[in-house]
């Protein structure tokens, strides 16, 4: 099987999410995609984050009906800090026979070196590396200036067509009483509006 490893905060999850995951599914004809909602990401200390089961409740709202992808759980449940190496790990036991993909952000493999062993994560899966707002197209010698020549080796680049959408922009505009619509799916705006999602201060 070729399994896509998609991770994030997902706080909430957009269709920019959806959109690199379809496509990454579609150009490297991944089987599955496993999407993972955080629990305690390491790399974002003191950042306010959502309940990890509305994440997750989000999540399987935008991909209901949607087989090939799949909502896992396990980061959340796991205590401690969520560390991708030690996710991927889990897999590779799992199911040694499956070929793994890391799908990432640019931003996330500009940041991969302060990762937790990011060389093993480099021989546990490929890195499929896409673009983000913000951050010019990549090319390989951008890679290696980021990775170095061994990592960048083990890395594929997939242009994901332009959006602008971020979860950042998302939380600001509920904070701010604007609406979501066709920036999420419709069952996930209407969570966030049931639950009152990201009214308080502390999202401001």
């Known amino acids: 099987m070729r399994l896509g490893i998609f991770g994030g905060t997902f706080d909430p999850v957009h269709y920019g999410h959806l959109l690199l995951a379809e496509i990454c599914r579609q150009q490297l004809q991944l089987d599955q995609v496993r999407i993972l909602p955080a629990g305690n990401p390491p790399h974002k200390p003191g950042l306010v984050i959502s309940d990890a089961r509305a994440r997750a409740e989000m999540l399987s709202f935008a991909v209901a009906g949607y087989p090939e992808f799949v909502v896992d759980e396990r980061e959340v449940r796991r205590s401690g800090p969520s560390y991708t190496v030690d996710t991927l790990a889990e897999f590779s036991h799992e199911d040694p026979d499956s070929e793994l993909f890391l799908l990432i952000g640019a931003d996330s493999l500009r940041d991969l070196l302060t990762w937790r062993q990011p060389q093993r994560i480099a021989s546990l899966a490929t890195i499929v590396a896409c673009n983000r707002p913000g951050i010019p197209p990549l090319n390989r010698e951008q890679v290696v200036t980021w990775v170095g020549p061994e990592i960048a080796d083990r890395v594929i680049l997939v242009e994901i067509p332009g959006t602008d959408l971020s979860a950042t922009n998302l939380r600001k505009r509920v904070h701010d009483g ?12 209407a969570y966030i509006h049931q ?10």
């Open 178 to 189: 604007m609406g979501l619509r066709f920036m999420t799916p419709r069952a996930v705006e």
């Open 195 to 204: 639950h009152r999602l990201y009214q308080g201060d502390q999202w401001a």
